[in-house]
């Protein structure tokens, strides 16, 4: 078993920055990746940044190029997500995701972030 904590999120104004918290605990020896999604009021839960154990390698979804940075403590078992440039669009509800070696996967209960105009 897993457990997966959030933090982090909170209100911010458009342009502005924000550095989300994942706590891992529990069976951690094997973990093949870690990383945040987020689900915007209707819609889907996509793809926001993952960091790939194999290779230490990351990948971002289309919206967090190039304004969002991922990255993993592994020393603390923590993942990081640092937003900057936040927009309106990116208002949602932000959940950190690991992927062990095995066939499971799990999420955390999710941080809120909301951006105003």
């Known amino acids: 078993q897993v457990q997966l904590v959030e933090s982090g999120g909170g209100s911010v104004q458009a342009g502005g920055s924000l550095r989300l918290s994942c706590a891992a605990s529990?069976?951690?020896?094997?973990?093949?990746?870690m990383g945040w999604y987020r689900q915007a009021p209707g819609k889907e839960r996509e793809l926001v940044a993952v960091h790939i154990t194999a290779g230490d390698t990351t990948n971002y979804g289309d919206s967090a190029k190039g304004r969002f940075t991922i990255s993993r403590d592994n020393s603390k078992n923590m993942l990081y997500l640092q937003m900057n440039n936040l927009k309106p669009e990116d208002t949602g509800v932000y959940y950190c995701?690991?992927?062990?070696?095995?066939?499971?996967?799990?999420w955390g209960q999710g941080t809120e972030v909301a951006v105003s105009s």
């Open positions: 529990g069976d951690l020896y094997c973990i093949a990746a």
């Open positions: 995701n690991l992927v062990p070696c095995g066939p499971y996967e799990y």
